[in-house]
């Protein structure tokens, strides 16, 4: 399973408040994925980033934002923008070359008070 | 884009049967195909996979078959046991960074 780490387990947020949730990974991944899961649906994809730097919306960007200043780390901040933000959020990574298997992190649950 | 749809949302086998998932793609240049297992709590897990240059695949007790014409595939639990019992997730992707979509999942329950 290793490879891939997220934390915290969960996270409590409060009305208002933004907070981030933290992936990292040692497996020299490119490219690196939030996908929000709500009970009996997809995953679905929040930002991906491709490379240092630069990172892209996915289908349900609004009220997230996240940064890619390094390799390992891709942190996810939800902001006070989103309304509904209960969820298990996952992080994923995929090597570069032709193999597409992405390899998920743990996970973060979301609670909000 | 490219839409899975995963049937059925729910299934309910004895253990010692057979358990079959099936998905459905909309987008023909789709060109791999992951089957993912999910504990409760977990995080997904890849347990088969297969490109469309081939129809089928197994390993063990687990095999996919892909029909491209009909744009679906197909996910086949053999023998199942109770540690079977899990959400399974298929996706679709054409091998791009941001393009692989999952179906909605079936939760397996395997009786003993």
């Known amino acids: 399973d290793g490879g891939i780490t997220q934390s915290p387990k969960y996270l409590f947020r409060k009305e208002g408040q933004n907070v981030t949730l933290s992936c990292e990974q040692n497996?020299?991944?490119?490219?690196m994925y939030w996908y929000r899961q709500d009970p009996g649906q997809g995953l679905r994809l929040i930002y991906y980033?491709?490379?240092?730097?630069?990172?892209q919306k996915g289908d349900i960007a609004e009220g997230y934002s996240v940064s890619r200043e390094k390799k390992e780390s891709f942190p996810l901040t939800v902001t006070s923008a989103q309304k509904n933000p209960t969820a298990f959020y996952l992080c994923?990574?995929?090597?570069?070359?032709?193999?597409?298997?992405?390899?998920f992190g743990p996970g973060t649950r979301l609670l909000v008070l | 884009g490219e839409n899975v749809e995963q049937h059925p949302s729910t299934l309910s086998v004895q253990e010692g049967d057979s358990a079959v998932i099936k998905c459905t793609y909309s987008d023909s240049a789709s060109n791999y195909f992951p089957w993912y297992k999910q504990e409760l709590g977990k995080r997904p897990q890849l347990i088969i996979d297969?490109?469309?240059?081939?129809g089928e695949k197994k390993d063990q007790r687990i095999a996919v078959t892909l029909n491209k014409t009909a744009k679906h595939f197909s996910l086949h639990i053999t023998e199942t046991q109770p540690e079977d019992s899990a959400v399974y997730f298929c996706a679709a992707s054409k091998r791009r960074f941001n393009d692989m979509r999952f179906g909605a999942g079936t939760r397996l329950t395997v009786k003993p």
């Open positions: 980033s491709q490379i240092v730097n630069d990172f």
């Open positions: 994923a990574s995929i090597g570069t070359g032709d193999e597409e298997t992405q390899y």
């Open positions: 297969i490109r469309s240059n081939v």
């Open positions: 497996l020299n991944h490119d490219a």
